[in-house]
T-cell receptor, first 114, second 113 residues
């Protein structure tokens, strides 16, 4: 079945550091890819998405590129802020397989220190 | 406008009891999803409704779990004969239609003693 693997946390960085959170996936179809974020005390929010190979999703300074050849969707940000501290989830949906729900990774807890 | 709401926010029950968890989706959203998130894990898909019908219930773990959405809006997730392993945060999400962005509620934390 479909699966998503993302790097274990917690990831601790200093403010203004460069961020990469790795995400790779396994899917039988041709999935859409997502990054969701959960800030402390809040619900899951969509951060960005990409629906086909080589698409780049971007939002709030975060970017991720859909790489079909490496089955990856790594999340990057050039200069993180304390307010970026949250749990980040990589996810996919595989509508061509007829699966309507999202398949999530385990999440990566990001801690940004001032 | 109002987002997805879930009640109760916390539920503590004893092993073997029956529980109901409620989800109020965003008004006008026809698609509704239930997920379960265990500690340290990502959300796990349980069931998807398009309107009143369950279009995909492949994620329900066993027949103790059941969900309804009788009028195509509010949904209730029902768990019979709860077990300690059912303890988790149960998340609800809704979207305009089946392949649009999903908006998540804050979740119900279920603890089975």
């Amino acid at each position: 079945g479909d699966s998503v693997t993302q790097m274990e946390g917690p990831v601790t960085l200093s403010e203004e550091a460069f961020l990469t959170i790795n995400c790779t996936y396994t899917a039988t179809g041709y999935p859409s890819l997502f990054w969701y974020v959960q800030y402390p005390g809040e619900g899951l929010q969509l951060l960005l998405k990409a629906t086909k190979a080589d698409d780049k999703g971007s939002n709030k300074g975060f970017e991720a590129t859909y790489r079909k050849e490496t089955t990856s969707f790594h999340l990057e940000k050039g200069s993180v802020q304390v307010s970026d501290s949250a749990v980040y989830f990589c996810a996919l949906s595989d509508l061509r397989r007829g699966a309507d729900g999202l398949t999530f990774g385990k999440g990566t807890h990001l801690i940004i220190q001032p | 406008g109002a987002g997805v709401s879930q009640t109760p926010s916390n539920k503590v029950t004893e092993k073997g009891k029956y529980v109901e968890l409620r989800c109020d989706p965003i008004s006008g959203h026809t698609a509704l999803y239930w997920y379960r998130q265990s500690l340290g894990q990502g959300p796990e898909f349980l069931i998807y409704f398009q309107g009143t019908g369950a279009a995909d219930d492949s994620g329900l773990p066993n027949d103790r779990f059941f969900a309804v959405r009788p009028e195509g809006s509010v949904s209730t997730l029902k768990i019979q004969r709860t077990e300690r392993g059912d303890s988790a945060v149960y998340l609800c999400a809704s979207s305009l239609e089946g392949n649009y962005e999903q908006f998540f509620g804050p979740g119900t934390r279920l603890t089975v003693l």
